[in-house]
Structures are given as C-alpha cells and as structure tokens.
Nanobody
Framework: QVQLVESGGGSVQAGGSLRLSCVAN????????MGWFRQAPGKEREFVGA????????NYADSVKGRFTISRDNAKNTLYLQMDSLKPEDTAVYYC???????????????????WGQGTQVTVSS
C-alpha cells in the first residue's frame, strides 16, 4: 500500500512557474514508476508525464514537453513536477500516481496506476 500526498498548487499568471511535490509513505517508493496526471473541469483525466523508478527515463505529453520537468528524490520519497511557462489551458487538478510498470512509455493510461494522491489545484490566469 502506498499513500501519496500532493502539494504546491496555487494560482499563477500565464508565463509563471509552479513546483508541485508528491510525498509517498512507506519504504517502497523506488519500486514504482511515478506519473503526473491532470483533470480540468468537464474533461477526462489526462497524462502529463512519468518518470522511471530511478529517474533515468522520463516521458511527457506533447502539450507540456519543453515546459514541464518531472524529477524524483527516492531518499526523500518525493516526486516533483516543475511547471514553467504556464498557460491558462494548464489549469486543472494535478494528481500524482504510482505504477508497478517499468517502462515510462507504457504508463500513459490511468489504468496503469495502482495508487493515486488526492490532487492539488493549479489555476493559471491570462
């Protein structure tokens, strides 16, 4: 069992930056490929990006590539999402999730993840 808690959301103007964090309990954090998803009002939850167990591989959605960066610190059981050059269309609730799959290229669907955080709101104004 893994419990995930996100933080760092807030309101920012377009062009600004935010850094989200996701802290996992337990001693098995490094056993999981970790991902970030987001869900805007009235829309389905969508893949943002993922990072392999030891950070050697990442995969991003085209909509955030070049603007968002995922990293992790296994010693601190923490996943990060650095979001730069934010746009109003980035407004959503952001979720971190843990997957037992090994390849970041395959964990783009919500069904690939076993554990989810409660989400943190990000609002980008124009």
């Amino acid at each position: 069992q893994v419990q995930l808690v996100e933080s760092g959301g807030g309101s920012v103007q377009a062009g600004g930056s935010l850094r989200l964090s996701c802290v996992a309990n337990g001693r098995t954090f490094s056993s999981y490929t970790m991902g970030w998803f987001r869900q805007a009002p009235g829309k389905e939850r969508e893949f943002v990006g993922a990072i392999s167990r030891f950070g050697g591989s990442t995969n991003y959605a085209d909509s955030v590539k070049g603007r968002f960066t995922i990293s992790r610190d296994n010693a601190k059981n923490t996943l990060y999402l650095q979001m730069d050059s934010l746009k109003p269309e980035d407004t959503a609730v952001y979720y971190c999730a843990a997957s037992p799959k090994l390849r970041t290229q395959v964990v783009v669907l919500t069904t690939e993840y076993d554990y989810w955080g409660q989400g943190t709101q990000v609002t980008v104004s124009s």
